[in-house]
């Protein structure tokens, strides 16, 4: 596959929805898995108790395994406790261990409580002798102190919306948070991308879904659609990301050209 354009440094999505089930897990692995795939150096980061990003990338993620519970609890250095993938030598994983499930209370008690995620991010990606060209922060179905640290170590947001009737639902209290982040802890934060999931074509009602959100959001909706697939959900249990599932199959080629999209953009301005 042809390489794509790398950013100058690093681009650092979060990818939230205080929806679960809306493909956040997905859309973070197997575009972090594309873009691994044409040439760029990527980390995912499982900030989602139930590590299902680190069992996506095939990474350890045991109940003894150093993960981003240390780094944000323990203030062990990120490069300690980051995996390479089995899959890409170019894709590297925080795992998320059932230990990150008590952080949100013990967060509350620490300094910085907000802030945890990013000092260790920056000062990991300062310090890497090979640069990261993407970040992905895969973030648990909620608003709390987890999704706060990831929006404050962010760029950008990237936000997954499943083509179904109640998409929009809720969306507005996300914008509202992230516009208080924006505000008061981050203010290089961005809304840049939105992907539709599970996009249907034989539904009116996908099509609807989809004319809708790209009429509230023109600028950030991506083009490309991520169809519904069981190929798509099959892979993680194999470890892998769809990419090497089954790469030539209609869903790993909509997120190959979906990661393509978001490397043309380039970071927003
Ligand atoms: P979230 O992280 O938002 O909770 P997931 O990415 O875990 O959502 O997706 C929820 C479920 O839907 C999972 O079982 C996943 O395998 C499945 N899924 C996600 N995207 C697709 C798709 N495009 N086609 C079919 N199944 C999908
Ligand atoms: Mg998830």
Redesign the pocket.
Do not use: F, H, L, W
């Given at each position: 596959s042809a390489s794509l354009p790398l950013p100058s440094s690093p681009r650092v999505f979060t990818?939230a929805?205080q929806?679960?089930?809306?493909?956040?897990?997905?859309?973070?692995?197997n575009l972090a898995a594309a873009l691994a795939r044409t040439g760029a150096r990527v980390l995912v980061i499982d900030l989602?108790p139930?590590g299902?990003?680190s069992t996506a990338v095939g990474v350890e993620h045991r109940s003894e395994t150093s993960s981003v519970y240390d780094v944000m609890i323990n203030d062990v250095p990120m490069a300690d406790v980051v995996q390479k993938s089995p899959e890409f030598d170019a894709l590297y994983c925080v795992p998320a261990t059932i230990h990150l499930a008590g952080a949100e209370i013990e967060l509350v008690s620490l300094v910085a409580r907000e802030q945890r995620l990013r000092s260790a991010l920056d000062t990991f990606l300062s310090e890497t002798p090979e640069p990261f060209h993407y970040v992905f922060i895969?973030?648990p179905?909620s608003l709390g102190l987890l999704t706060i640290n990831a929006f404050v170590a962010a760029q950008e947001v990237l936000i997954?919306i499943?083509c179904e009737y109640y998409a929009l639902e809720g969306l507005s209290q996300l914008l509202n948070n992230i516009k208080l982040i924006e505000r008061h802890l981050n203010p290089r934060l961005r809304v840049s991308t939105i992907l539709m999931?599970?996009?249907d074509s034989r539904t009116n009602l996908a099509n609807q879904v989809v004319d809708d959100v790209r009429a509230h959001f023109p600028k950030q909706v991506l083009t490309t659609l991520?169809?519904?697939?069981?190929?798509?959900?099959?892979?993680?249990s194999y470890g892998q990301s769809v990419i090497s599932y089954d790469q030539n199959s209609p869903?790993s080629l909509?997120y190959l050209e979906a990661a393509a999209e978001i490397a043309h953009r380039g970071a927003p301005k």
């Open positions: 990818v929805n929806k679960g089930g809306v493909g956040k897990t997905t859309s973070t692995v989602d139930q299902n990003a895969d973030c179905p997954p499943q999931t599970m996009y991520i169809p519904r697939s069981v190929r798509i959900s099959e892979a993680p869903g909509s």
